[in-house]
């Protein structure tokens, strides 16, 4: 009766197999979501048992009463996620430590969609794009455990997956209103006819925020036609574009966040304004034994963001990629590669309330990354997998650098970097029965610079890729009611690309650290307490340290804390149900690197809720911060922070969202 509040994390094959029997030849008899059937999700649940580690594959049915503003939205419930919301569509999004002291944009992560990268060339990127309502289900890969997207980064990939005509035939209506003068609404179509498909969705969001300062509006459309050519082809077109404009409330100091959370900052009339186009194909071809997958992509951005200065700048991001996965009697191969090259006219302006004033810098940028990946799965008996797998990437970073206002104006300064690494894995699988598993692993990981860190001067800082050594150990399963993931992990990091605030509206610095390491667990236990009523919880724990750092010993690193968990109660049956949550962080994090300063914890009490008005229409709420806590959510690193400094972001504010969903 609580199949829509499974938990993606704790399938096994037996369990996978069932659900794909009950679902493939009818619909979903429950919820009103965006898809119906299950089959695409199941097969993503078979291939992420293949790994031996931390995955987790998140279905729309499990965040379908969210308020979807952001990925913490969707994810919050995906074990090892650190996600914390800044502002709007903004959040702090962190696997692993990933990205640790980056207090913008985003970077240690690949994110894609239906599997293209969507960061740019210089592997940072803007996850604003990456929009949940639209998705079918997303897929997270933890750490080494991505390297079927081609990803070495210390944090892993994300990949959300839209829908198809197959997958979400018929009409999808979904709007929702509420707190802060929100309205979101979502429409989507899907058809079949003979060998092809095809699916659209467009969506509009509008809300002032829950801050001063924080009014977004975007206005976003995907859509894919698939074509099967013969018995063994198979082609998919993609097309998504995005208007996002996001005003920027900024930091505070840590007295207002406290008493006036609602507080923003007005001065510049700072803001994030993005636009992209972005267009994708792929072709499959079914062979005997395997599967080949070529694709291509292109994505124009433009991106408008005052801030100290206006940043405008202009990009084209290309590339190319191919994967081939082959099996053989005990024997199963993947095997890959992926290039995206990226072009970028940057250009900053004196900030003139928000409007660009007299030039200060252009840059032409150019970036390439490549990688090529290959993994080697053997079954020596039945329940045992070795896994063997290895990623080299390469890529460089050129600038040149034409006009600085700070330099006397016109200038002609070049530079480049260039930068590549070798990642091995390895890894065991064991299956103790149909339901348990047992993983192990042991991987290296590589990340290069992006602009944003070795462009802080014209000629290029020298900085070094940051490369880790990661220990993983976990297990997988479900026994009577009670299913679990658990996984711990240790990463001994050299060079870790960190980053420490210099002004109040000044972009971080980068440096590179010397040794450090990032050890955690990660935990999910999901229990069902009766037929009608699920308890689902997730723990993470992190403990990320300097080690013998000259300048900070064996300190604590900034931003997350210590202990984060959240539980989630589901009473009732898809007819109606209800359900409070709760997210408890004991202890706040440190704000610097000195650790001078640790912020409280927090508890934030929730609800959601659901009813089926009729057959194909949904009801839904959204209760966030029932209690009002006032408390800091997230920091920008600084070396060393008092109270005044002004890097801190406030919780959500109290709020309750509404609305419908239907089918047609």
Partial sequence: MLAAASPAYAYTEASIADEASDTANGDNPGRTIIVIGERAANEAEQRALQTPGGTDVVSYDEYAD???????????????????????????????????SRGFHMRGLTLLQDGVPINLADDNGDFQELEPIFFEYLEVYRGANALRFGSGTLGGAINGVTPTGETAPGLYLRGDAGSFETYRGLASFGVQSGPGDAWAAISYDNSKGDRDHAQRNSLRFHGNVGLQITDTIENRFYASLNSIDQEIPGALNLATVLTAPETGNFAGDQARDIDSIRLQNRTRFSLAGGQLDVGGFVNAKSLYHPIFQVVDQESTDRGAYARFDYAAGPFEVTLGGETRFGDTKSKRFVNLNGARGAPTFHADQRAATSNLYGEVRFRPTEPLQLIAGAIYADGFREQ???????MGGVTDIIGRAEFDGFSPKLGVLFDANDNIQIFANYSRSVEFPG?????????????????????????????????????????????????????????????????????????????????????????????????????????????????????ELRLGTDAIHIAPNVEWV???????????????????????????????????????????????????????????????????????????????
């Fill in 586 to 664: 004991p202890d706040g994090p440190f704000a610097d690197y000195t650790n001078t300063l640790q912020v409280d914890g927090y508890a934030l009490v929730g609800i959601t809720a659901g009813a089926r008005l009729t057959d194909g229409i949904d009801l839904f709420v959204d209760a966030r911060n029932l209690f009002d806590e006032k408390a800091v959510g997230d920091i920008s690193a600084a070396i060393t922070a008092t109270p005044a400094s002004a890097i801190f972001y406030p919780v959500e504010r109290r709020a309750v969202f509404g609305g419908v969903r239907a089918r047609f």
């Fill in 400 to 406: 040149r650098q034409l006009f600085n206002s700070f």
């Fill in 451 to 567: 602009f944003i860190e070795v462009a802080q001067v014209a000629s290029f800082v020298n900085l070094e890729p940051q490369r880790a050594w990661t220990a993983e150990i976990g297990t997988r399963g479900r026994a009577g009611a009670v299913e679990w993931d658990l996984a711990a992990y240790r990463a001994d990091i050299e060079g870790e690309l960190l980053q420490f605030t210099i002004g109040p509206d000044i972009p971080a610095s980068t440096f590179n650290a010397g040794d450090t390491y990032h050890q955690g667990i990660e935990a999910a236990l999901s229990i069902d307490l009766t037929p009608w009523a699920r308890l689902r919880q997730i723990y993470t724990y992190s403990d990320f340290r300097f080690v013998d750092d000259p300048q900070y010993g064996d300190n604590r690193l900034p931003v997350v804390p210590e202990h984060v968990y959240r539980a």
């Fill in 66 to 100: 969210k308020s979807l503003v952001s990925l913490r939205d969707a994810l919050a419930f995906s074990p090892g996620v650190y996600l914390q919301p800044r502002y709007g569509q903004e959040v702090r999004i962190s696997i692993r430590g990933s990205g640790l």
